[in-house]
Structures are given as structure tokens and as C-alpha cells.
């Protein structure tokens, strides 16, 4: 229900959220939004993010096994 009265209501939530000038904090960007995005932070300041900054952060983003919130519990 919360989600119908944002801004954002008819854009899906990001898989991704990139975070650069090595910051390790949201700053309250897209909170409701990124609940199950995963996040990459590089200490490459936003004027300097370039193609090979966004490779190295789409690698990363490939290399991660998704939960989407649930407990990684091996099976029996």
C-alpha cells in the first residue's frame, strides 16, 4: 500500500544501487525502494564514473547470489 502513494509508484525497484566517493551510508536515497536492491560502493568520485567504473560494478552485481531478504539456509 505504501508503495502507490511514492513518487516512484509505476517504475520497478532497482536491482542496484551504486554508491560512489566511498560512501557507506544511503543518505536516505530510494529507502523503500532499495529494500532488496544490492548495493556497490566505489571511491570514484560521480564526474569521474565511467564505462569501465560501471563494468566493474555490473560484474559485481553478476557475481552476487540474490536473496530478495531470505536466509541463505542450506537444505537437507
Given at each position: 500500500?505504501?508503495?502507490?502513494?511514492l513518487?516512484?509508484?509505476?517504475?520497478?525497484?532497482p536491482?542496484?544501487v551504486?554508491?560512489?566517493?566511498?560512501e557507506?551510508r544511503?543518505?536516505n536515497f530510494?529507502?523503500?525502494?532499495s529494500?532488496?536492491?544490492?548495493y556497490?560502493?566505489?571511491s570514484?568520485?560521480w564526474p569521474?564514473?565511467?564505462?569501465e567504473?560501471?563494468l566493474?560494478a555490473l560484474e559485481?552485481?553478476?557475481q552476487?547470489?540474490?536473496r530478495?531478504?531470505?536466509l541463505?539456509?542450506?537444505?537437507k
Amino acid at each position: 500500500m505504501i508503495s502507490s502513494y511514492l513518487y516512484t509508484r509505476d517504475l520497478p525497484d532497482p536491482d542496484m544501487v551504486i554508491r560512489t566517493a566511498g560512501e557507506m551510508r544511503v543518505s536516505n536515497f530510494l529507502l523503500w525502494q532499495s529494500a532488496y536492491s544490492e548495493y556497490y560502493a566505489t571511491s570514484t568520485l560521480w564526474p569521474d564514473f565511467g564505462h569501465e567504473d560501471l563494468l566493474a560494478a555490473l560484474e559485481s552485481f553478476n557475481q552476487r547470489r540474490r536473496r530478495f531478504g531470505r536466509l541463505d539456509v542450506p537444505s537437507k
